[in-house]
């Protein structure tokens, strides 16, 4: 059987399976944040519910990236034909998210439902060589005591395949959104955060400028939500991209991102929390005080000095984030990015050491760096271990 055969195979057992356990009169198939979405914004949301929803339904890695962009161009087309179908109040020049969701899912639905058809099967691309397949990832969390998950995690290893970008040299993004005071501001940074990463002028040629404009445009359009009843509370936000030989990191917040090299250990995040020297100094130089409540908190409610989101404490808790850049050579073993919930009770040593251990259990197979990125979405109904408290104390 030859390598087509193969992955045609796979994909059609997925289909078949997809078949016959779909439900299309479910009505709430993905959850939502509950905000309504601008047109500039429908690409992310799209893309998002989609990947929520092949997700939930064990979609094979390599046809993912083919799905999202399939069921992305037809909606797009779609919601431009039939706008009310998807939502759209042509007053308020926004769309319903609700209905949007429902419209998106219906689709996926058709797509996925349209490659039964042997000879349609035949028309899906191949898998990406290994070379443009991106690092390896693997996440895993624990949902605290909280009554819902507030966090996200995103995983592509791809972003150029995704938005439909060629390239030679794709960008692997790795993210952890550690929401606080609802899930809201999360669920929109999993949603847009690479999208207008993507869309920043500097994509292509200078990826750090193009992170901090990300931050910067994920906080601005989230913010101007904050009228909005669901669109309340925000998120810290650690990322990591590897692109060829550089390896960036940005965050606002305290989630931290280990690089792990040959048992050397490299944080690579100075975490923003309020007692942190400078940022002290910037709070209280922008009009902001600093109250230990426990914790060293801003206005002795937040305890974190940088975040997307809480409109309510701007300017002292910005969203502008911190930007590292490393040159790897090749030896880096993996790197480790996770919320405040595990860095707060577990060592860096001893999270080396797990993931070293289960790599020895289970070893990849060929040399390549491993992203491990902490803290599910809802539909696992898990966090990062331990489950730290951003916000006001009780």
């Known amino acids: 059987m030859g390598d087509k055969d193969d992955y045609l195979t796979a994909y059609r057992v997925f289909f078949e399976k997809f078949a016959a356990t779909v439900d299309p009169k479910d009505q709430l198939p993905v959850n939502i944040a509950g905000y309504t979405i601008t047109q500039s914004e429908l690409p992310g949301e799209v893309l998002y519910w989609t990947a929520e929803y092949l997700s939930e339904i064990n979609c094979p890695p390599t046809l993912m990236t083919t799905l999202r962009r399939i069921v992305l161009d037809e909606v797009l087309i779609a919601a431009k034909k039939n706008p009310d179908e998807y939502g759209y109040d042509a007053d308020k020049c926004e769309y319903e998210a609700l209905r949007l969701m429902q419209a998106v899912t219906s689709k996926v639905n058709d797509v996925c439902l349209r490659y039964l058809d ?22 895993s969390a624990v949902k605290n005591l909280r ?14 395949a995704l938005f439909g ?8 993004f790795y993210a952890v959104y550690d929401g606080h005071a609802g899930s809201a501001a999360a669920t929109y940074c999993a949603a847009h955060l690479h999208q207008y990463l993507v869309e920043s002028p500097y994509f292509r040629r200078d990826l750090q400028k193009a992170l901090y404009d990300a931050f910067v445009r994920t906080d601005a359009e989230f913010v101007r939500k904050s009228h909005q009843k669901r669109a309340a509370g925000g998120s810290t936000a650690v990322v990591v991209c590897v692109r060829g030989g550089r390896l960036a990191a940005a965050w606002a917040g305290d989630s931290l991102a280990l690089l792990v090299k040959r048992m050397g250990l490299m944080q690579l995040v100075n975490p923003h929390k309020p007692d942190r020297p400078d940022e002290r100094v910037r709070i209280q130089s922008s009009g902001g005080v600093v109250m230990h409540m426990g914790t060293w908190r801003v206005n002795g409610q937040l305890a974190v000095s940088r975040a997307i989101g809480n409109a309510q ?10 930007i590292v850049v490393v040159e790897l050579d090749g030896d880096e073993d993996f790197v480790v990015v996770a919320c405040d919930g595990l860095w707060d009770v577990v060592s860096e040593d001893a999270v080396a050491i797990s993931v070293y251990d289960q790599l020895m259990r289970n070893p990849v197979s060929d040399r390549t760096m491993l992203d491990v990125v902490g803290n599910d979405p809802d539909k696992t109904d898990k966090k990062a271990k331990g489950g730290g408290d951003d916000r006001a104390p009780k």
């Open 118 to 139: 042997n000879s349609r099967l035949d028309t899906l691309p191949p898998p990406p060589p290994l070379s443009q397949r991106g690092h390896r990832s693997a996440s």
């Open 313 to 322: 404490y701007k300017p002292y808790v910005t969203a502008q984030p911190e």
């Open 165 to 172: 970008i060629e390239t030679t040299e794709p960008t692997g």
């Open 147 to 160: 009554r819902v998950m507030e966090d996200r995690h995103v995983e592509i290893s791809n972003l150029e």
